[in-house]
C-alpha cells in the first residue's frame, strides 16, 4: 500500500501562484511513476501532469503547460506540483496518484494508489 497526503491548497487570486505536494509514506516511492490530476465541481477528473520514476520525463495537459511544473524528490518521498498564471478555470480539487510502474501516464485508469485531495481557489 501507498499512502499519499496532499498539501498547500488555498485561495489564490488570478495570476497567482501556488505550490501543491504530496507526500507519500509505505512501499516504495522512488520507482513509481506519478501524477495530478483535478476535478471542478460538476466536472470529471481530469489529468493534469505526470513524472516518470526519474524525474527525466514530464508530461502536461495542454491546459496547463508552460503554466504548472511537475516535480519530484526522492529522498523526501514527495512530488511536487508548482502552478503559476493560475486562473479561475484553474479551481478544482487537485488529487495526487501513484503507479505501480515507473513511467508516466495521462490516464486515469493507470493509477492505483489517490490521496484524499486539496482544495484549489482561484478568485477572478
Known amino acids: 500500500q501507498v499512502q499519499l497526503v496532499e498539501s498547500g491548497g488555498g485561495l489564490v487570486q488570478a495570476g497567482g501562484s501556488l505550490r501543491l505536494s504530496c507526500a507519500a509514506s509505505g512501499r516504495t516511492f522512488s520507482n513509481r511513476g506519478m501524477g495530478w490530476f483535478r476535478q471542478a465541481p460538476g466536472k470529471e477528473r481530469e489529468f493534469v501532469a505526470t513524472i516518470s520514476w526519474s524525474g527525466s520525463t514530464t508530461y502536461y495537459a495542454d491546459s496547463v503547460k508552460g503554466r504548472f511544473t511537475i516535480s519530484r524528490d526522492n529522498t523526501k518521498n514527495t512530488v511536487y506540483l508548482q502552478m503559476g498564471s493560475l486562473t479561475p478555470d484553474d479551481t478544482a480539487v487537485y488529487y495526487c496518484?501513484?503507479?505501480?510502474?515507473?513511467?508516466?501516464?495521462?490516464?486515469?485508469?493507470?493509477?492505483?494508489?489517490w490521496g484524499q485531495g486539496t482544495q484549489v481557489t482561484v478568485s477572478a
Open positions: 496518484a501513484a503507479r505501480t510502474r515507473q513511467y508516466t501516464s495521462r490516464r486515469y485508469s493507470e493509477y492505483d494508489y
